[in-house]
């Protein structure tokens, strides 16, 4: 006996019955990332391990742990990616594309992380990322906070907070490092395993532990703000003051230091106390120094990814659902005469009807079990193709949801009536 086949732990099928919702949400970014002028873009589901190493940085947890990678038989290391700017930057520069002006792109896709599989937290889940290059200003981290912020709106969502934060300048960052490292060098003997290891390698991190027993020691902390260089405190009181115009809440959460080696200046994260420990469904900043770091000439840059499960789960904690705008139309045909002729109405319809769905019947069953096909595909008309409508080359339509008369019309004559109808 051979064994049950299944998925891999932690990586998911999307069913038909949920697939509605994706495609609610992912129309609705496309359309809207469009219309603030970012163009998609695609980039492969496999780079070299080397492009992610250096892009995220060894001391996080990505690469640390979570990355799927193997040898290839000509030695090269290659890894699944797992998140999507390191791709990007490899792109833009390999491509040149900063030297054409500013990059304004958006991308969404799978990505990988062998993580404990939990609610909101997979080894597969898909991202949908913006990213923007060779723009320092301000202006570009607030309208991203824009564009989210319109998303979560246009989605119905509520109760989304901003979480916003400054590291500073690479500089000013590495100057903060060192007091992180002499404060929680003298308090050694209270931090847990996890961060002493990360004493060494990534101190910020430590500030993001969720660890109960060291909340005290993190809250008295130093504070990057107090060491802030002038410019990058100025970069900061412009991304509040667009934020202020364009009336989006935020608070300031001086811990919020982001998982990945690459950030400076503006971090930011929109958080959800709806979905449990994984309430982050946005996150992002500008890393300014990261392409010239990966060997492309010195470009800013700021992006952001939201978590599209995340971002699902939500939705339905709130109970949204996604609207079908969409006419829907299922083509009954009780007797063998009409399957040819329901094949030519079908595509006459589809050709001349925007947004519409069409069931042409395939079950080929009793006309009573064609009719309960159509209300469970949730049908709006049936269109009957039987035996009279179709020696007088007419059809009948017979609304589904409603009381109202069934007609009988000529193919012309329905066609407009569906186009007054939507
Ligand atoms: P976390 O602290 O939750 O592990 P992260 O800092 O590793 O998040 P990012 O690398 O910033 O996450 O990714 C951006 C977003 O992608 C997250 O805010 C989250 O919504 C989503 N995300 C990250 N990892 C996963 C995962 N394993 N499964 C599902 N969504 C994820
Ligand atoms: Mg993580």
């Known amino acids: 006996m051979s064994k049950k086949i299944q998925a891999i732990r932690g990586m998911n099928d999307l069913l038909p019955k949920d697939s509605n919702l994706w495609m609610f949400v992912e129309r609705h970014m496309s359309d809207l990332f469009a219309s603030y002028g970012y163009k998609n873009i ?60 500013i990059q304004k792109v958006f991308y969404q896709g799978a990505m990988f992380r062998h993580e404990r599989p939990q609610k909101g937290r997979y080894r597969q889940f898909h991202q949908a990322g913006l990213e923007v290059f060779g723009a ?41 490092r060192d007091i992180l490292i002499d404060y929680f060098s003298s308090n050694k003997n209270q931090l847990d395993e996890d961060s002493l290891r990360r004493l060494e390698t990534n101190p910020l991190r430590i500030l993001d532990s969720k660890n109960p027993a060291m909340q005290d020691l993190i809250n008295n902390a130093p504070k990057l703000m107090a060491h802030l260089d002038e410019e990058s405190a100025q ?32 971090v930011f994260e929109w958080t959800t106390t709806d979905l449990g420990a994984q309430g982050t469904i946005c996150a992002g900043g500008r890393y300014d120094g990261l392409v010239e770091k990966m060997g492309g000439k010195p470009t800013p840059a700021v992006g952001l990814a939201i978590g599209l499960e995340r971002l699902i789960l939500l939705l339905e ?19 063998n005469e ?27 069953g009793s006309l009573k079990s064609q ?8 049908a709006d008309f049936a269109l009957i193709l039987g035996e009279e409508e179709l020696n007088n ?6 609304p589904l949801k409603s009381r109202e008369q069934q007609l009988t019309l000529s193919l012309d004559e329905a066609i407009k009536y569906f186009k007054d109808y939507t």
């Open 393 to 398: 080359n007419q059809v009948s339509i017979k």
């Open 338 to 364: 009409a399957q040819l002729k329901s094949m030519q109405m079908a595509s006459t319809l589809h050709q001349s009807l925007d947004n519409v769905i069409i069931y042409n019947d395939i079950t080929l």
């Open 42 to 101: 695609r980039t492969p589901v496999v780079e070299k391990t080397d492009t992610f190493c250096r892009a995220i940085g060894q001391a996080t947890d990505i690469v640390e742990k979570e990355m799927y990678s193997w040898k290839e038989s000509n030695g090269d290391s290659l890894s699944l990616r797992p998140e999507g700017t390191a791709g990007c930057v490899r792109m833009m520069i390999e491509h040149n594309l900063p030297r054409e002006g």
């Open 235 to 266: 970069h900061f009181e412009q991304f509040k003051a667009y934020l202020d115009v364009l009336n989006i809440d935020f608070v300031i959460n001086t811990r919020l230091v982001r998982g990945l080696d690459y950030y400076n200046r503006s």
């Open 136 to 176: 320092p200003d301000a202006k570009v981290d607030a309208e991203l906070m824009m564009i989210t912020h319109s998303l979560w709106q246009k989605l119905g969502l509520k109760n989304i907070t901003l979480e916003i934060n400054t590291l500073g300048s690479s500089e000013a960052r590495a100057s903060y």
């Open 317 to 335: 904690a709130q109970n949204i659902t996604a609207q079908q705008s969409q006419l829907a139309i299922y083509i009954v045909t009780p007797n």
């Open 371 to 378: 009719f309960k096909k159509a209300d469970k595909a949730d």
